[in-house]
């Protein structure tokens, strides 16, 4: 059973730094490629970004770009999302999962499954 389990979320002032990690289990992690998304309520689920395991391609969105910075720990099944300049508008709860393509230009369609999501609040 594939299962994604995000952590690292908190309440931080705009400006400030997180670092969520997403713990994978299930599935040949190497052959994977995982992104993270966020929602807003009353928003659709959004692509923030995406990495493929085997080569380290990876994907931002462009509200995103520059400021946050996805890794992976082939060791530790895991992958990490910097967010460096944290905005208010990067308020939201926040998911990982595996995505079918993930490509410089292009995030794929979501797998699934979907976890508890971490929670991430930047106030003004």
């Known amino acids: 059973e594939v299962q994604l389990v995000e952590s690292g979320g908190g309440l931080v002032q705009a400006g400030e730094s997180l670092r969520l990690s997403c713990a994978a289990s299930?599935?040949?992690?190497?052959?994977?490629?995982i992104a993270w998304f966020r929602q807003v309520p009353g928003k659709e689920r959004e692509g923030v970004s995406c990495?493929?395991?085997?080569?380290?391609?990876?994907y931002y969105s462009e509200s995103v770009e520059g400021r946050f910075t996805i890794s992976s720990d082939s060791a530790k099944n895991t992958v990490y999302l910097q967010m460096d300049s944290l905005k208010p508008d990067d308020t939201g709860v926040y998911y990982c999962?595996?995505?079918?393509?993930?490509?410089?230009?292009?995030?794929?369609?979501?797998?699934?499954?979907w976890g508890r999501g971490t929670q991430v609040t930047v106030s003004s």
């Open positions: 299930g599935l040949i992690f190497d052959h994977s490629a």
């Open positions: 999962t595996t995505v079918m393509f993930c490509f410089s230009d292009y995030l794929g369609r979501p797998e699934g499954p």
């Open positions: 990495i493929k395991i085997s080569d380290g391609n990876h």
